[in-house]
């Protein structure tokens, strides 16, 4: 995986990426009512109603697959994803693109979101994206990077005792990978504490940490390769076990053979704006009761 695509891709996981992504979605402009939800719902969109169990199986999902922690940050985010999500399956029927062949074919399961997707298709249009984009984001994106990679191993628990352990038992020589499968939450439970190469340029400036917290980076680039930082790290939701696997020096992709992922991902990214766009514009044309 190259250098654009592998620290977001390896964090960022989402249940409704072939329709729809919460981090890419603005809050939307709700009609607020005083209409009373029906018993069951989480909402209602122009009369239609999401129940709350559509919401925490969504919930359930990111929280086992991507090992996401259950906060109200990630319920209100998936709440806006299903309110889309409705407000586009409402414009797929009523322009009855569920009758069209290849929804028609689509398993049971999947014929929701294929009549969005073909919606999609055909009224969404993102803007061009021009060679000077590219070479203008290659550009800034190698500047944000600094003489070396690193490779750390983080093992997240929900607290301070269970995170001193870990360290103990990492000092004892437990292997690291170990530990996590062992004590370890979400996703460095299941990576076995394994994280992708970042680099970081030092010194270290908020908003150039490719995604990384500050506290994170800071220990990250304090050690040395093997070493194990001596305490656990406080997270928003927990604690963190870090340590640095591998250093090297940071190779920085020739242009022409990075210019064609870069082309993609500014697609992707006109396309989640048009995107955006359009679904605040079919919120603020609809009733939406929360």
């Not at 009523?94 to 009549?115: I, L, M, S, W």
């Not at 969404?124 to 021009?130: L, Q, S």
């Not at 919120?283 to 009761?289: H, K, L, N, W, Y």
Request: with cysteine; glycine share 4%; aromatic share 4%.
């Amino acid at each position: 995986m190259s250098f654009m695509s592998r620290w977001i891709r390896t964090l960022c996981m989402t249940a409704f990426a072939a329709v729809t992504a919460s981090t890419l979605l603005p809050a939307l402009s709700l009609a607020a009512e005083t209409t009373t939800l029906p018993a069951g719902a989480m909402a209602l969109v122009n009369g239609q109603a999401i129940a709350q169990t559509t919401l925490d199986e969504a919930v359930r999902k990111v929280t086992s697959n991507a090992g996401a922690p259950d906060t109200p940050q990630l319920r209100a985010a998936l709440k806006q994803d299903l309110i889309a999500r409705e407000l586009l399956r409402q414009q797929a029927l009523r322009a009855h693109y569920d009758q069209r062949p290849e929804v028609a074919q689509a398993p049971a399961e999947q014929k929701t979101d294929a009549a969005i997707r073909a919606w999609i298709v055909d009224n969404v249009r993102a803007a061009a994206v021009t060679d000077a984009d590219v070479k203008a984001r290659y550009d800034a994106v190698i500047q944000t990077f600094g003489k070396d990679e690193y490779k750390p191993q983080v093992i997240a628990v929900a607290d301070e005792a269970t995170a001193n352990t870990v360290i103990a038992a990492a000092k004892s020589g437990k292997p690291f990978a170990d530990l996590a499968r062992e004590y370890g939450v979400g996703a460095t439970q299941a990576n076995a504490g394994a994280m992708p190469w970042i680099s970081l340029k030092l010194p270290l400036t908020e908003g150039n940490t490719h995604g990384v917290p500050m506290p994170l980076a800071q220990a990250i680039t304090s050690l040395a390769p093997g070493e194990l930082l001596p305490q656990p790290l406080k997270a928003d939701d927990g604690w963190l076990i870090v340590r640095l696997e591998a250093k090297r020096a940071m190779a920085i992709p020739k242009f022409d053979a990075s210019k064609e992922e870069i082309r993609r991902t500014l697609q992707a990214e006109a396309m989640d704006l048009a995107m955006a766009q359009r679904v605040t514009q079919l919120a603020q044309e609809a009733t939406i009761v929360e």
